[in-house]
């Protein structure tokens, strides 16, 4: 089935550790998008790509980086930089016409825990 | 500036009763307005929009939202819950400075039997 996966589900980090969530989507969209996630606040963008080899900085892309080296992929890297990582992260994708429209895919989600 | 307001944390709502989830918007430009569903622990799923046309929209699941352009609302609803409704819903408006989106805080809808 197409979808979006997300892994891992659960992930440990201690301080000073740069951990790489992973993010494939097999819906031949040409958009993906990372989210982050606390309890209380709506989703906020960290990063998005409207196309292969080409991303933008969402609002609270400090401490982030991303790669989208194939439409299939778009990894995001929480750097030690971040200063606040525990949170819920959420990647999207949506297709050309749907991203004027604003549906988008999500997946299961992954959950950072800075130990 | 544009935003979404959720104005309740929490709806709670006896199974069978009609249930309504409020968001009011403020956007430059035309509104394009979105509702999506996220239970516990997963990713968020689409349920519906408003794009042009109709103010009534109908969506999965039953749900429908009215747009009401003087009011600057875009409320969720269902005329008869079910417990199964329960989750965490998110209104949301397009951002035209970015194509983004742009997400309110989310209400947690609580269906009791």
């Known amino acids: 089935d197409g979808g979006i996966t997300q892994s891992p589900k659960y992930l440990f980090r201690k301080e000073g550790q740069n951990v790489t969530l992973s993010c494939e989507q097999n819906?031949?969209?040409?958009?993906m998008y990372w989210y982050r996630q606390d309890p209380g606040q709506g989703l906020r963008l960290i990063y998005y790509?409207?196309?292969?080899?080409?991303?933008q900085k969402g609002d609270i892309a400090e401490g982030y980086s991303v790669s989208r080296e194939k439409k299939e992929s778009f990894p995001l890297t929480v750097t030690s930089a971040q200063k606040n990582p525990t949170a819920f992260y959420l990647c999207?994708?949506?297709?050309?016409?749907?991203?004027?429209?604003?549906?988008?895919?999500f997946g299961e989600g992954s959950r950072l825990t800075v130990l | 500036a544009q935003s979404v307001a959720q104005p309740e944390d929490q709806v709670n709502v006896a199974e069978g009763n009609p249930l309504t989830v409020k968001c009011t918007y403020s956007?430059?430009?035309?509104?394009?307005l979105f509702w999506y569903v996220q239970y516990p622990n997963r990713g968020l799923q689409f349920l519906l929009k408003?794009?042009?046309?109709d103010n009534l929209v109908k969506g999965s699941y039953g749900f429908e939202a009215e747009f009401n352009k003087s009011q600057t609302s875009f409320h969720l609803k269902k005329p008869s819950a079910l417990v199964s409704d329960s989750a965490l819903y998110f209104c949301?408006?397009?951002?035209?400075?970015?194509?983004?989106?742009?997400w309110g805080a989310g209400t947690k809808l609580i269906i009791k039997p």
């Open positions: 956007v430059s430009g035309n509104p394009y």
């Open positions: 819906l031949n969209h040409d958009a």
């Open positions: 949301a408006v397009r951002d035209w400075s970015n194509y983004q989106l742009i």
């Open positions: 999207a994708s949506s297709g050309q016409g749907a991203q004027g429209a604003g549906e988008l895919f």
């Open positions: 408003y794009i042009t046309g």
């Open positions: 790509s409207q196309i292969v080899n080409d991303f």
